[in-house]
């Protein structure tokens, strides 16, 4: 059911009238059944709020407006007498949505007024009279975005501070949901150096910003340059998730040294190799003015390298095992996987969900 905002206009002081509810619809449109319900103070129960009726309605055309069908209601009916309005799958299920809604909508009793509500979940009604749902039409159709939230900094910075939060997360709940879909597509590093210098924030807490220059010298141009906290200059190195991380044997297991230990594949030795190789060349331009002009204003003193390569979804206790030692032997780099990158990803997400 689309969402769909209640017309409710009071009637006296314990009851409201809501306007007509469409349930179903002939395919003609030229007729359809409404709900007409009314909400009520039940001074005996109080969660017995809503009485209604079921209307069958007729229109000679789409231009006309919409009519009752004549004829006795029930109680009219004289015995032997019968009437029967057949609800199908769809109406039924209209129907009771609605009247679950108004249930929610008229457990806080009568209001007094014209109002306009809208059930925004299972739990919380939002309520406002039809002259501001007229205003806010209004603001959301013109070009009043900065007015709106400008005034919401400064009157509500709570409620902006949640909204700011909310479109955050949602964002980059859609990105890990990209993140895990280009993890079986074929892609190349530059397909993937792009994605995460659009996504930066995926690198971690400790990316300050990406660097736009790229070049240690005329020989050496390393992947992702980026700062970190004091100006100071990190390095990323970006493989394909379909490296292989360990030795594998010829049918595609893992070998194990003295039937123990797997062992990294050259291909990861050779890109921390390449790493530690970058390292070096930016170290050699830790007095560089130029270089400094050249990076944002970054020193390259001691830089810090990441490598991001392979997966490591289908890993055992063994291989995780090994990585850890593996990390514990490199200084000045960090070896991890894509699936590791994401799952710090996901984590960051979280953390931000609840401050």
């Known amino acids: ?15 409201s009238e809501v306007q007509d509810i469409e349930i179903g619809r002939s395919p003609s449109e030229l007729t359809r059944r409404v709900l007409r319900a009314e909400i009520v103070n039940n ?27 004549g004829g006795k209601t029930m109680s009219q009916l004289k015995a032997g007498e019968a009437a029967k309005f057949q609800l199908n799958t769809t109406e039924t299920g209209q129907l009771l ?9 008229g457990k806080d009793g009568v209001k007094p007024g014209l109002q306009v509500l809208k059930l925004a979940n299972e739990e919380e009604v939002i309520r406002t009279d039809a002259g501001r749902a007229r205003i806010i039409r209004k603001l959301l159709a013109g070009d009043f975005g900065k007015e709106i939230w400008d005034y919401l900094s400064q009157e509500k910075p709570d409620l902006a501070r949640q909204l700011t939060s909310g479109q955050i997360v949602k964002e980059r709940e859609e990105v890990l949901v990209e993140f895990e879909q280009r993890l079986s597509q074929e892609l190349d590093e530059n397909d993937w150096k792009r994605y995460f210098k659009k996504h930066s924030w995926l690198l971690g807490s400790t990316n300050v910003h990406l660097i736009e220059e790229s070049r240690l010298d005329i020989y050496h141009d390393t992947d992702i340059p980026f700062e970190v906290d004091g100006g100071f200059l990190d390095l990323v190195e970006l493989k394909l ?13 893992t ?3 003295r039937g123990k230990f797997p062992v990294p594949s050259a291909y990861v030795m050779g890109a921390v190799m390449q790493t530690t190789g970058y390292i070096l060349q930016a170290e050699k331009n830790v007095d560089s003015e130029d270089f400094r002009q050249a990076h944002g204003g970054i020193k390259a003193l001691k830089p ?12 055992g206790d063994k291989e995780w095992q090994a990585f850890r030692l593996l990390n514990d032997e490199l200084h000045g780099v960090q070896v991890i996987t894509f699936d590791i990158l994401l799952s710090r990803a996901k984590k960051s997400v979280e953390l931000f969900k609840i401050s």
């Open 255 to 257: 070998y194990l040294y």
């Open 241 to 253: 998730p379909t490296t292989v991380f360990w030795t594998q044997q010829r049918g595609g297991s």
């Open 43 to 69: 001074v005996n129960d109080n969660k017995k709020c809503v009485e209604f009726a079921l209307v069958h309605q007729r229109r000679a055309s789409a231009e006309l407006p919409w009519e009752d069908l």
């Open 304 to 315: 810090r390298g990441l490598v991001v390569i392979g997966r490591s979804n289908h890993w």
């Open 97 to 105: 949505q609605h009247l679950i809604n108004l249930y929610e909508i």
């Open 1 to 15: 059911m689309d969402d769909q905002d209640y017309v409710i206009k009071s009637t006296s002081r314990n009851s």
